[in-house]
């Protein structure tokens, strides 16, 4: 069964740098949404993404994050300056049609922790 | 503005017995919503889905939840646990015009004894 995939499963840096995730969604999908969890708390919305524009940000999504698929297989979320708060699981997702009522595919995560 | 609840943020029940996950949410809109299960490494997978049509809803691996506008609950259950249904469970709404943002409740983890 087709999966959506993510790399790294872990990543660890230090305040300040970027960092990058990477996810592989679902071949035949059209639509790309990032979701991040902090530790102890619910799953957030951050950004939905089709046809290569941001459909819908949260209000976290704020200037120093970014999302690109800067291929047709991988969608990325990049972290320009990360700040101690941005530690959290980061779930890459994805969906055929992009309605309300389509299901979306989850990642694995990836486990950003800022030092 | 939407919101997810789920009461109980760890529950316990042994083998066999019913499992039974609460959900309570707000929209002031019908809503869409749907349970999602996460095991250790994994990503979360879709249990079952409510968006129009009959109440009750059947997912898989034989849970199911039922629609309740009056009460604004979307509980789930399943008549028998079962080991491996020992898991994260995660209940999410939206709506039709949200273009798929998903609000989530902040997880039920069920532990099964045996």
Known sequence: EPEVTQTPSHQVTQMGQEVILRCVPISNHLYFYWYRQILGQKVEFLVSFYNNEISEKSEIFDDQFSVERPDGSNFTLKIRSTKLEDSAMYFCASSASGGAADTQYFGPGTRLTVL | ?114
């Open chain 2, 1 to 114: 503005a939407q919101s997810v609840t789920q009461l109980g943020s760890h529950v316990s029940v042994s083998e066999g017995a019913l499992v039974l996950l609460r959900c309570n949410y707000s929209s002031s809109v019908p809503p869409y919503l749907f349970w999602y299960v996460q095991y250790p490494n994994q990503g979360l997978q879709l249990l079952l889905k409510y968006t129009t049509g009959a109440t009750l809803v059947k997912g898989i691996n034989g849970f199911e939840a039922e629609f309740k506008k009056s009460e604004t609950s979307f509980h789930l259950t399943k008549p028998s646990a079962h080991m491996s249904d020992a898991a994260e469970y995660f209940c999410a709404v939206t709506r039709y015009n949200q273009g798929g943002k998903l609000i989530f409740g902040q997880g039920t983890e069920l532990s099964v004894k045996p």
